[in-house]
C-alpha cells in the first residue's frame, strides 16, 4: 500500500469515528493501467500520488446523498476519474483562461469550484495542489497531494473538523490554518495575513 492509500483509510477512519460511514459512498479503485489508459488523451500527465489516489478510491457516488455526505473533508469530494477528466476537458474548451491547464481536477464542492494538482514539466511523483474558486480565481494551497491528505488527518486527530447537529462539518479555522502553516511552510497561502 502506497502513502496516498494509507493517508485515505486513515482519514476515512478519522469519519468513521465521527459516525460517517463515507467508504459506502467511495467507487472502488481502478487499476493503474486503467488510470493511465484513462487519462492518455489529455495533455497532460498525472502525478504517481494522483495516480494512486484514483487506484485507492475512483471517486464517490454523486446523486445518492447530499454534498456535505459525500465530502472527504470540509466541503469537498472525491470526483471520479471520468467525471476530473470530463471536467478537465470542459473547462479547457470554455473557459480555458479560468482554470491553467497544468492543474487537473481532484476534487469538487458540488457548485463549480474544484482542487487540483499540478501537471506541468518535471512534476513526476506529486504536484503542488491549488484551489479554484469562482469567486477568486486559483490558489496554491498545499505543497502537494501528501502534504495536503496529512494536514486534514491531522486536523481531524486534533478535532479541527467536527461534525454539528444537522451533520454537517464544523471547521475551527484558525487551528486549521495553524496545521496548514506548519506542513506547508513555504507556501503565503496560510500566513496570517492572508484571507480565507
Not at 489516489?53 to 459525500?70: E, H, K, V
Not at 506541468?120 to 511523483?125: F, L, P, Y
Request: proline letters at 4%; glycine letters at 6%; charged letters at 25%.
Amino acid at each position: 500500500m502506497g502513502q496516498i492509500s494509507q493517508l485515505c483509510d486513515e482519514i476515512l477512519q478519522e469519519h468513521l469515528k465521527l459516525g460517517r460511514d463515507l467508504d459506502r459512498l467511495l467507487l472502488p479503485g481502478l487499476s493503474k493501467a486503467k488510470v493511465i489508459s484513462s487519462t492518455s488523451i489529455l495533455p497532460i500527465t498525472l502525478p504517481k500520488t494522483a495516480a494512486e489516489l484514483f487506484t485507492w478510491r475512483n471517486g464517490t457516488q454523486t446523486g445518492i446523498a447530499s454534498f456535505y455526505d459525500m465530502a472527504l473533508f470540509p466541503v469537498w469530494y472525491l470526483m471520479s476519474l471520468n467525471e476530473a477528466t470530463s471536467t478537465y476537458v470542459d473547462f479547457q474548451r470554455e473557459f480555458p483562461d479560468l482554470l491553467d491547464r497544468r492543474y487537473f481536477p481532484l476534487f469538487s464542492s458540488g457548485a463549480g469550484d474544484f482542487i487540483g494538482i499540478d501537471c506541468g514539466e518535471n512534476r513526476g511523483a506529486d504536484g503542488k495542489i491549488a484551489c479554484y474558486r469562482q469567486a477568486t480565481g486559483t490558489v496554491i494551497e498545499f505543497e502537494n497531494l501528501k502534504i495536503m491528505l496529512r494536514t486534514i488527518l491531522d486536523s481531524f486527530r486534533s478535532n479541527v473538523f467536527l461534525i454539528s447537529d444537522e451533520g454537517r462539518f464544523k471547521t475551527n479555522r484558525t487551528q486549521f490554518r495553524e496545521i496548514a502553516k506548519r506542513l506547508n511552510p513555504s507556501l503565503e497561502r496560510w500566513s496570517p495575513e492572508e484571507s480565507d
